[in-house]
């Protein structure tokens, strides 16, 4: 992609079905931006990365942009592996590690209730209930020892200095690297070029606002330059960062327009998951559809746009004040 930088992209067992990983390299060896999810197969994946790509140097640093699994799945066996530091924001890891152990038991318990509230069919809680706990099967576990990396932060790479800029919506606290010197935007999933990355309110936090952190951080990212060239995790580069903010947060207007044209009439959060997401969806989409839905109600509803009451069966339901 430009000195010292290689593309490597890793296949995901999803409907989006591959994550773009960013390797810098250094005189002491390479640093690995994300990782790809935990399984056989990307272990393999990597191992021809390894023989062919390094040009004899180590890994000597992993960078995870945030917990999801396709993202920090095997940042343990890759530091292990090289004997690399680990470097994520604090709340990420905190995450990615609680998710990777709670009990399965106690994830399906909680999520049957917040998605029994969220108004979903039985057929669909059964689904749901069968997935256990599908974080642990892309993370089985996570670095014990973290360098912790926080806004404003700096890192230097390849003669090349890189500043951490923290996000927040599609995870609390994702991590970007900007180096002006190099004219580059490593964005994670925070901008992607066509698709908008999921905003979502999950069981373990109901009561979130997503959608408000997300709309920050777009205005936070107008400091960097928009000729910067982007890599984004999924999807190919690309230039043009403002015109992108500007979609995004159009789509988003968008999407909450339509929200509170729904609920003229009092709507469940699977009632607006149907209207939001037409296509059919299998149980993993399910989940972020029903997330995407609420964090735009929960947006309406603490903006005194939206009432919420709870019908005889415990359903919550939105009603436009």
């Given at each position: 992609?430009?000195?010292?930088?290689?593309?490597?992209?890793m296949p995901?067992?999803?409907?989006?079905?591959?994550?773009?990983?960013?390797?810098?390299?250094?005189?002491?060896?390479?640093?690995?931006?994300?990782?790809?999810?935990?399984?056989?197969?990307?272990?393999?994946?990597?191992?021809?990365?390894?023989?062919?790509?390094?040009?004899?140097?180590p890994i000597?640093?992993?960078?995870?942009?945030?917990?999801?699994?396709?993202?920090?799945?095997?940042?343990?066996?890759?530091?292990?592996?090289?004997?690399?530091?680990?470097?994520?924001?604090?709340?990420?890891?905190?995450?990615?590690?609680?998710?990777?152990?709670?009990?399965?038991?106690?994830?399906?318990?909680?999520?049957?209730?917040?998605?029994?509230?969220?108004?979903?069919?039985?057929a669909s809680?059964?689904?749901?209930?069968?997935?256990?706990?599908?974080?642990?099967?892309?993370?089985?576990?996570?670095?014990?020892?973290?360098?912790?990396?926080?806004?404003?932060?700096?890192?230097?790479?390849?003669?090349?200095?890189?500043?951490?800029?923290?996000?927040?919506?599609?995870?609390?606290?994702?991590?970007?690297?900007?180096?002006?010197?190099?004219?580059?935007?490593?964005?994670?999933?925070?901008?992607?070029?066509?698709?908008?990355?999921?905003?979502?309110?999950?069981?373990?936090?109901?009561?979130?606002?997503?959608?408000?952190?997300?709309?920050?951080?777009?205005?936070?990212?107008?400091?960097?330059?928009?000729?910067?060239?982007?890599?984004?995790?999924?999807?190919?580069?690309?230039?043009?960062?403002?015109?992108?903010?500007?979609?995004?947060?159009?789509?988003?207007?968008?999407?909450?327009?339509?929200?509170?044209?729904?609920?003229?009439?009092?709507?469940?959060?699977?009632?607006?998951?149907?209207?939001?997401?037409?296509?059919?969806?299998?149980?993993?989409?399910?989940?972020?559809?029903?997330?995407?839905?609420?964090?735009?109600?929960?947006?309406?509803?603490?903006?005194?746009?939206?009432?919420?009451?709870?019908?005889?069966?415990?359903?919550?339901?939105?009603?436009?004040?």
């Open positions: 992609m430009a000195p010292g930088i290689l593309w490597v992209r995901l067992p999803f409907a989006l079905n591959h994550i773009n990983i960013w390797l810098l390299e250094d005189d002491a060896g390479w640093t690995v931006v994300d990782t790809g999810i935990g399984s056989n197969r990307t272990r393999d994946y990597w191992e021809q990365v390894f023989a062919s790509a390094l040009g004899g140097k000597v640093r992993v960078v995870a942009t945030h917990f999801h699994p396709d993202h920090i799945g095997l940042a343990a066996w890759l530091v292990e592996r090289w004997d690399a530091e680990f470097c994520a924001s604090l709340t990420e890891w905190l995450l990615g590690r609680a998710l990777s152990q709670e009990n399965p038991e106690t994830m399906v318990r909680n999520g049957l209730a917040f998605y029994r509230r969220a108004g979903l069919d039985d809680l059964g689904v749901l209930a069968e997935r256990g706990n599908a974080y642990a099967r892309g993370v089985e576990s996570l670095p014990p020892v973290l360098r912790r990396l926080r806004e404003g932060d700096r890192i230097a790479i390849g003669g090349n200095e890189w500043r951490v800029i923290i996000g927040g919506g599609h995870s609390p606290e994702h991590v970007s690297l900007y180096s002006q010197s190099a004219g580059i935007l490593i964005a994670g999933d925070q901008v992607l070029p066509r698709i908008s990355p999921n905003i979502s309110v999950w069981p373990a936090e109901p009561e979130a606002d997503p959608l408000t952190d997300f709309l920050q951080t777009l205005e936070r990212f107008r400091i960097v330059p928009d000729d910067t060239l982007i890599l984004p995790s999924h999807d190919t580069p690309f230039r043009g960062l403002h015109a992108r903010l500007d979609g995004l947060a159009a789509h988003h207007r968008e999407r909450l327009s339509e929200t509170l044209a729904a609920c003229e009439a009092p709507r469940s959060i699977a009632d607006v998951t149907r209207i939001m997401f037409r296509r059919e969806l299998d149980p993993h989409q399910l989940v972020f559809a029903v997330g995407e839905a609420l964090a735009h109600l929960n947006h309406l509803f603490r903006r005194g746009l939206l009432t919420r009451t709870t019908d005889a069966d415990g359903v919550l339901l939105f009603r436009k004040a």
